[in-house]
């Protein structure tokens, strides 16, 4: 896997052993398997020439990667799979810009204003655009579909945002979804 360490990250993992990293996200620190129980015990660790990335030897105690898999990298990139990567890489950005935006001022910030305004506010960007997206599909462009998808798209990150619901989450339901017929899915959920 790999993961953001600083000083105060990398001093716990060698005085506790275990893999202990900064979340940029959360603003704090976390230990590997804290909540998951999946927890890397520290072998060794080598930094490279620059002094400016480490390399953690470790005993896994379970999955590393949150998907249950031995280790994240499991996807082989080809030039076919190189627009998904983009999309997600596009999609994480654009959620670090978000909560960014948690922090900045609301008169220079639409995301912010809108955080600010609270749940109602959000719902009702959130209904307007899943509306014009809706009459988009019935007799626009694709350009124009494209275009209210990613509005739409925009502001669900802000309510994810608003809730402290990382995309990471979203993505794993529908992980979980893969594979599974719409109707029985919605029958383990309880939904109608």
């Not at 398997?33 to 520290?42: A, D, K, Q």
């Not at 030897?57 to 082989?76: I, Q």
Request: hydrophobic letters at 40%; glycine letters at 6%.
């Amino acid at each position: 896997m790999v993961a953001w360490m600083n000083q105060l990250a990398l001093d716990q993992t060698l005085s506790s052993g275990l893999a202990t990293f900064y979340s940029r996200s959360r603003g704090q620190l976390w230990t590997k398997g804290e909540t998951s129980g999946n927890r890397l015990v520290v072998r060794e660790v080598w930094t490279d020439c620059d002094a400016d990335a480490l390399l953690l030897l470790v005993e896994p105690e379970g999955p590393s990667c949150h998907t249950g898999r031995p280790s994240c990298f499991f996807r082989r990139l080809s030039p076919n799979s190189a627009d998904d990567s983009r999309a997600r890489l596009t999609l994480q950005a654009l959620e670090a810009t978000i909560y960014a935006r948690k922090s900045s001022a609301a008169n220079v910030s639409y995301t912010r204003s809108l955080l600010d305004a609270g749940p109602s506010k959000i719902g009702a960007k959130l209904r307007e655009e899943a509306d014009e997206l809706a009459r988009a599909i019935d007799d626009e462009t694709d350009q124009r579909v494209a275009a209210e998808a990613a509005d739409l798209l925009f502001h669900m990150l802000v309510g994810l945002a608003s809730r402290d619901v990382p995309l990471r989450r979203v993505l794993e339901a529908l992980q979980s979804r893969v594979g599974v017929s719409g109707h029985e899915e919605k029958n383990r959920r309880g939904a109608g």
